[in-house]
C-alpha cells in the first residue's frame, strides 16, 4: 500500500473511533459498557436523586434484596429504568425512582455506575464449579447454557444485534433469586421475545439455587 494511501486508512480508522465512542458504541460498532452518559453529571444526579442511598456509592449494594449497578452495561440500566417508566418492568420503589428521570439523566447515572469497577460477589457459599446448567444448560430440555449469553464469568455482552446482555456474575444473590423467580411466575416480562421467561419457567427452586449460589459468588473481570 503507497504512503498516503496507508496515512488516509490510519486517519479514516482513527476518525471512525473518535466517532464511535462519541455514540457509545466500542469494537466493532458494538454498544459500549459506559454508553454515552456523562459520569460526572451522572454522579450528582444519582446523589440528589437518592439512587446511591440504596444501590451504593460506587454501585455495590448494602442489601442482598437491592441490585447492584457497578460495573453494568449503561443500556442495560437505561432500559430498565425506561421499563420502570412505562410499567413493563413492575416494582413499587422503582417505578416512583424512575418517574422523573429524563434520558439524559438516565444515561449519565447510568454512565456513573458503569464506569465503577465490576461488582465483586460476597454473598455465594465459595462453592467453585460451575452448574452444569451455567455452561452447557440442557440441550434435552431446550434450555441454552447461561454462560453463552452472559459470558462465561457472568459478565455480560452486547450482541450484534444491539441487545445487551446484563453482568450478572457478583450481583446480589437474594436479588437474583427474586429476579429468577419473578421470569418464572411471570412477574417479569421485560426480556427480548421473553427469553428469559422461557428459560426460568423449565427451571426447579433447586436449579434456582444453584445457579444464583454460583453466580453471587463470582468476580467478574
Ligand atoms: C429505597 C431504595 C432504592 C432507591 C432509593 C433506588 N433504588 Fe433502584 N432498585 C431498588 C430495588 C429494591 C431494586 C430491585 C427491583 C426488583 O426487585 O425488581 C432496584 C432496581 C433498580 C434497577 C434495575 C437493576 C437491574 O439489574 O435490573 C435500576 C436500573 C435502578 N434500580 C436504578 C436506580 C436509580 C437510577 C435510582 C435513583 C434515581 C434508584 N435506583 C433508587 C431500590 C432502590
Ligand atoms: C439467549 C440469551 C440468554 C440466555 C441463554 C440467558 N439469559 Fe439471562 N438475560 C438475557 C437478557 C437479554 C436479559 C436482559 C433482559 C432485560 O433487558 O430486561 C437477561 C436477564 C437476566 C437476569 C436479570 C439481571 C438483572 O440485573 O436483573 C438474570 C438474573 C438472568 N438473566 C439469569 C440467567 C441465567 C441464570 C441463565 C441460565 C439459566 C440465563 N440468564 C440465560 C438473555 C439470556
Given at each position: ?17 473518535i ?13 459500549s ?27 455495590n ?24 417508566q ?8 422503582m ?43 440442557d ?27 446484563p ?36 427451571l426447579?427452586d433447586d ?15
Amino acid at each position: 500500500m503507497a504512503f498516503s494511501q496507508w496515512m488516509a486508512a490510519g486517519l479514516l480508522l482513527a476518525f471512525s473511533s473518535i466517532g464511535a465512542s462519541a455514540a457509545g458504541l466500542g469494537g466493532e460498532g458494538l454498544p459500549s459498557r459506559a454508553g454515552n452518559g456523562d459520569p460526572v453529571a451522572g454522579r450528582e444526579k444519582a446523589d440528589s436523586g437518592r439512587c446511591l442511598e440504596c444501590h451504593g456509592d460506587d454501585g455495590n449494594s448494602g442489601d442482598s434484596r437491592i441490585p447492584n449497578h457497578a460495573g453494568q452495561y449503561a443500556g442495560y440500566l437505561v432500559k430498565q429504568l425506561h421499563d420502570f417508566q412505562t410499567g413493563a418492568r413492575q416494582h413499587a420503589v422503582m417505578s416512583v425512582m424512575a418517574e422523573d428521570l429524563d434520558a439524559a439523566d438516565m444515561a449519565d447515572i447510568a454512565a456513573y455506575f458503569a464506569a465503577q469497577q465490576p461488582m465483586q460477589g460476597r454473598d455465594g457459599s465459595g462453592k467453585r464449579a460451575a452448574p452444569g446448567l451455567f455452561l452447557h444448560g440442557d440441550a434435552g430440555r431446550g434450555i441454552p447454557a447461561c454462560a453463552d449469553c452472559h459470558g462465561r464469568h457472568g459478565e455480560g455482552r452486547a450482541g450484534e444485534d444491539g441487545t445487551l446482555y446484563p453482568l450478572i456474575g457478583g450481583q446480589r444473590k437474594v436479588y437474583l433469586r427474586a429476579q429468577l423467580t419473578a421470569w418464572k411466575l411471570g412477574e417479569r416480562k421485560n426480556s427480548p421475545d421473553g427469553v428469559m421467561n422461557r428459560i426460568a419457567a423449565s427451571l426447579s427452586d433447586d436449579e434456582f439455587e444453584a445457579l444464583v449460589d454460583y453466580l453471587s459468588g463470582l468476580r467478574p473481570p
